[in-house]
């Protein structure tokens, strides 16, 4: 896809811009605790897209893609890139380790041929805060020490990701434009920056120099990619019409304000991360995808109100494979959790939901969905903010029959079994928002689309 010419957007001058609020951008966030298949929708959308975002998070989250047969394993890049004519776009609000980017795309390029020319295709916003090494070192410290101050961590990735953002917070952290501007002078902020942390954490070995050399010979690479990312936002906003599809990352039971506070990630993984993460208004914000697994799934610590510590848990762990894509780790598995997406929807606005994974349920000859949650015998209708009382919420259960059929080969709605129609009727009845997708296996054809 071509840029947009610099000419194709007037800069508004106060004069009828309000009136044309430019193209929409569909978003698509997962609506759990992140791993719910939002990869997936996302591919099938970016098949006719022209540029797929990325607004927050970094190399901690991963998605996974199967193309053709070939899996793919994205943590930094938008998995929109495989399309050969989109046009990726890394936010202002995305954390970026340079030595994770390229050896992410070297890895994906080697599987198959839906990586070619990524470099080409690939806009860095210049306003990025970049991580370093010694982050991820420090991330891998702080954990360590909760482990053995508090008896648990937070089960970070240890990418860094939290030491990043405490620098953007603390106002020490460097950026995309720094590191392609004046390099002498990023070498000074670096090296206060270097200090500071050896400061802080007296165990932690930094080679300043070895990193900064390293750093270096990033630049020539990375600095065609570099663009001021609210120009670049705003012409594709206000250019031709264009299809924009922004990627969240983690999902909204991790965010840093209405996640599962601590157990959660350090960036606003809900949609108001769109606009902060990119630079755009909210006018543009047009169809919220929520993403949702059939069963719930979480990695880590932290409170998990229907989590099935049983064979039922298990049997969704083996059969769908709940492995984390960037630790490796076994997921904690349990039945949907209605309360948690309502949640999800007040802060998000969903317009319509993915559905995914039905198929591993295909076994169960009854599902429950937890539909509201007890304390002292009260329903209460919000979702605890506190982590102790959320450990203590009783779930009350509906019980639906389930399907005992391979739903694998459905391809229509109506080739599901009743059950199986039945239980996705009742999950949008019961939170006000239509199911456009439901998917019942891997591949890309099994994504059944419902209008």
Not at 74 to 99: E, Y
Not at 197 to 224: A, H, M, Q, W
Request: with cysteine; charged share 25%.
């Amino acid at each position: 896809m071509s840029e947009t010419g610099s000419s194709s957007a007037p800069i508004p001058n106060g004069e009828g811009s309000s009136r044309h609020p430019g193209n929409k951008v569909t978003v698509v966030l997962g609506a759990q605790w992140g791993d719910e298949g939002k990869g997936k929708v996302v591919d099938l959308l970016a098949q006719d897209a022209d540029i797929v975002c990325r607004c927050q998070g970094g190399n901690n989250a991963g998605h996974t893609v199967v193309v053709d047969s070939v899996e793919y394993d994205f943590h930094l890049l938008p998995s929109g890139i495989i399309n050969p004519k989109v046009t990726a776009f890394i936010g202002n609000g995305v954390v970026i380790h340079l030595p994770g980017l390229f050896e992410e795309a070297e890895k994906n390029v080697k599987k198959g041929k839906g990586l070619e020319g990524w470099e080409k295709r690939l806009i860095i916003s210049d306003r990025a805060h970049i991580v370093f090494d010694f982050h991820q070192a420090a991330d891998g410290i702080q954990e360590q020490q909760r482990e053995e101050q508090a008896g648990k961590n937070l089960g970070t990735t240890k990418k860094g990701i939290g030491p990043v953002y405490s620098s953007k917070a603390a106002r020490s952290g460097l950026r995309m434009c720094d590191l392609v501007s004046d390099f002498n002078e990023f070498s000074e902020r670096f090296k206060v920056l270097a200090n500071q942390y050896k400061s802080i954490y007296p165990t932690l070995k930094i080679d300043i120099e070895g990193e900064l050399k390293r750093l270096k010979g990033y630049i020539e690479r990375i600095k065609p990619m570099v663009r001021d990312g609210v120009y670049f936002m705003y012409e594709a906003l206000h250019g031709p019409p264009k299809k924009i599809l922004v990627e969240g990352a983690n999902a909204a039971l991790l965010d840093i304000d209405f996640g599962t506070y601590p157990f959660v990630t350090s960036s606003n993984c809900t949609v108001g991360g769109v606009c902060t993460g990119l630079g755009m208004p909210p006018q543009n914000v047009g169809e919220v995808y929520g993403v949702v697994k059939a069963y719930t799934t979480r990695v880590g610590i932290g409170a998990f109100p229907t989590e099935q510590g049983n064979e039922i848990g298990e049997l969704l762990q083996t059969r769908g494979k709940e492995v984390g894509v960037t630790t490796g780790r076994k997921r904690r598995c349990g039945w949907l959790d209605l309360v948690l997406l309502r949640y999800a929807h007040m802060i998000n606005g969903f317009t319509a939901l993915a559905l995914t994974k039905m198929d591993i349920m295909d076994v169960l000859p009854e599902i429950k969905v937890g539909v509201a949650y007890k304390i002292n015998d009260k329903i209460i209708p919000h979702f605890p903010a506190n982590q102790e009382v959320l450990n203590k919420v009783e779930v009350q259960y509906e019980t639906l029959p389930g399907w005992n059929t391979d739903i694998s080969n459905a391809r229509t709605f109506d080739d599901l079994p009743v059950n199986a129609q039945n239980y996705v009727r009742f999950i949008e009845m019961e939170l006000g928002v239509p199911v456009k997708w439901i998917g019942v296996g891997k591949s890309r054809e099994s994504m059944i689309q419902l209008f």
